[in-house]
């Protein structure tokens, strides 16, 4: 199939499955890339906490940060479904800064990225980024603003309410009532950004390759496996990755390594246009989508 045969059956897929995608796949030796609408921004929820990992560590190795650092992290005493680590905690906790910087990273808990946060503000994270050369993203607030959403609000029984309302009250611009989803007063970032993000991290740049050392293994402990992963992980590859979820917004980026040496960057931001909170299906088809963007980009 040629490539833009590929493109247009995916974008079917996509519709016909109620996603919204933004998806960009790269060759990370050639450069080669392929992808569908890869430059539009979109809220990245918890994609943040990779930005993070990088300043904090960048943080660390500068000596500012010292990572055996023990610090007071007040319970998140969260009960709704879907946060995890500290956020879950019901007591308050002392833990190590490098410990937190695994926590955040590594199972995607939002209490201890808001104790790294606090040492680090986003406009301290921004500048950080700008200053190793890693465009494309703005981060303007912490974790604590994606636990104040509708879906906390409502019970069980009617979470596709807050979904819908995540779903219906946007605007053309990408402007929405709900901050979170409102791209410009939400933390931000494009396929193209975080594809950007994982060359960084994954070849020779600006970034120190301690820092990155850090940073991809982290990655590479994700405990969040139930989306891309299935379809990215076997005996001959290696996956490393980060998701990001908050309300119909599904994102995961990472970086498969092949056994044969071929190394690919894989970015895919999804908005579900169905107002349900679990969707098993959503999480296939973008793995579907971004696994055939890989295998066409592979036969090159």
């Known amino acids: 199939m040629n490539t833009e045969a590929l493109l247009s059956d995916l974008r079917q897929e996509l519709r016909d499955g109620g996603l919204r995608g933004c998806f960009l796949v790269r060759d990370l030796h050639t450069g080669d890339e392929l992808g569908i609408e890869p430059d539009t921004q979109l809220p990245a ?52 800064l490098d410990d937190l910087l695994y926590l955040s990273t590594s199972i995607s808990d939002g209490a201890a990225a808001d104790a790294l946060f606090a040492l680090t503000p986003p406009a301290r994270v921004a500048a950080l980024l700008d200053d190793l050369g890693l465009r494309g993203f703005t981060v303007r607030h912490d974790m604590r603003e994606l636990i104040d959403t509708p879906s906390e609000r409502f019970p069980a029984a009617q979470v596709h309410l807050a979904h819908a309302l995540a779903i219906d009250a946007g605007t053309s611009g990408r402007g929405h009532r709900l901050p979170q989803l409102d791209t410009t007063r939400a933390n931000t970032g494009s396929a193209r950004a975080y594809v950007d993000l994982l ?90 989508v971004a696994r055939s963007l890989r295998d066409h980009l592979r036969q090159w």
Request: no cysteine; charged share 20%; proline share 7%.
């Open 45 to 96: 929820a918890s994609l943040v906490k990779i930005l993070l990992a990088v300043a904090t560590a960048e943080r660390v190795r500068r000596g500012e940060l010292d990572g055996g650092t023990p610090l007071d992290v007040r319970p998140g005493r969260v009960t709704t479904p879907g946060p995890t680590g500290v956020s879950r905690f019901r007591h308050p906790a002392r833990i190590a």
């Open 199 to 288: 060359q960084a991290l994954w070849t020779p740049s600006a970034i120190h390759p301690d820092v990155a050392a850090r940073v991809r293994e982290l990655m590479a402990n994700n405990l969040i496996r139930h989306r891309l992963t299935p379809d990215f992980s076997s005996d001959a590859t290696t996956w490393s990755s980060k998701t990001g979820t908050l309300l119909n917004l599904r994102h995961e980026v990472g970086v498969v390594e092949h056994a044969d040496g071929q190394t690919f960057a894989v970015a895919a931001l999804t908005e579900s246009l169905v107002p349900a909170g679990n969707q098993p299906g959503a999480d296939a088809l973008m793995a579907h």
